[in-house]
């Protein structure tokens, strides 16, 4: 189903939470209670209907540090910064976390024909989001040589036995498809271990809800922060949204590249997925950038929103939800 966004004439009041690339987020129905932070290089709230204690709060906080211990790579004392370094590269075991991470981009990088590759790292850092955040492209000749080396593939430079990841040379992992989204998930491990049942956790465009009163979710327009598209009734599952705008530093420059060419996406300019985990619907959100969604469908359970840079957007016939037109 097809849809030409425009500004919905009814919308007076917007829905409890707009969720795209950027976001501006309300309380839930259910909850009257927020802890707000920020980390990994962006701002989280999570809404509870009691406030959370000091030791849970440090709990997830600690939880998130180490993640981004491991994983980050703007931080050179972290395990992927350290396997980027290593000139002829080597053994390097990853947190038991990792198991469920990789295997996700293990199906991902099949069903998208590599498209979204978790070895992308080196791309972002060539068009200049790199470590020092430069946002400077290299020049041609770096590129150039880069080339003649040979782009690395998940599937053919990685040998994983579990937890072990064995690599012959320097690569730069990137797990921003769907980091976000895994981390989301564990954050809200610890609060369902904690007994904590009703929540919103809201990490910048990565929802996850649990409860059993949904909540009306605004999908945020990718181009106009004081628009929003559409609507999403979300209960008990995740929600996660991906755009061009939100970490665009240069004309057509942005985060969201094609594992195979290295270029950034150009017909598509926002995503919203829902599914049962936010790390699949973090995942799948920017799968849709290069796959139709009827080959994601074929692998992977999920709902969608998808807008085009012509302003056209399509619905799936399962989206709890719709679009403003």
């Not at 501006?24 to 509870?48: K, N, V």
């Not at 030791?55 to 931080?75: E, G, N, P, Q």
């Not at 996660?240 to 942005?254: N, P, T, Y």
Request: glycine share 10%; hydrophobic share 40%.
């Amino acid at each position: 189903m097809h849809h030409h966004i425009t500004r919905h004439p009814g919308e007076g009041s917007r829905p409890t939470t707009a969720v795209g690339p950027e976001v501006e987020a309300g309380r839930p129905d259910a909850g009257g209670c927020r802890f707000a932070f920020d980390a990994i290089g962006t701002g989280w709230q999570i809404d509870t209907d009691e406030p959370l204690s000091g030791s849970l709060r440090r709990r997830v906080l600690d939880r998130i540090r180490r993640f981004d211990a491991t994983y980050s790579r703007f931080r050179p004392d972290s395990l992927v910064s350290r396997i980027a370094a290593a000139p002829a590269g080597g053994r390097f075991e990853f947190p038991e976390d990792s198991l469920a991470l990789f295997d996700l981009y293990d199906r991902l990088a099949t069903a998208t024909g590599g498209a979204v590759d978790p070895l992308v790292g080196r791309e972002l850092e060539l068009l200049g989001y790199d470590a020092s955040y430069s946002l400077t492209p290299a020049p041609q000749t770096v590129r150039a040589q880069e080339r003649a080396r040979g782009r690395a593939i998940w599937a053919a430079d990685i040998v994983r036995d579990g937890r072990t990841l064995v690599t012959q040379r320097p690569v730069v992992i990137d797990v921003g498809a769907v980091g976000k989204g895994y981390l989301v998930d564990i954050v809200s491990a610890i609060l369902r271990d904690a007994g904590i049942t009703r929540f919103v956790i809201d990490a910048s465009g990565d929802l996850r809800h649990a409860g059993d009163r949904a909540i009306r979710v605004g999908l945020e327009h990718p181009f106009d922060p004081q628009l929003v598209v559409g609507v999403a009734h979300l209960r008990g599952r995740a929600l996660c949204a991906s755009g061009v705008r939100a970490r665009a530093w240069g004309d057509g420059l942005h985060h969201l590249l094609d594992a195979r060419t290295g270029r950034p996406a150009r017909k598509v300019a926002a995503t919203w997925v829902v599914a049962d985990s936010a790390a699949l619907a973090d995942g799948l959100a920017t799968a849709l950038f290069f796959t139709e969604a009827r080959r994601l469908a074929q692998t992977f359970d999920f709902a969608h929103v998808r807008m085009y840079a012509s302003g056209h957007a399509e619905i799936s016939r399962n989206f709890d939800g719709g679009l403003f037109t």
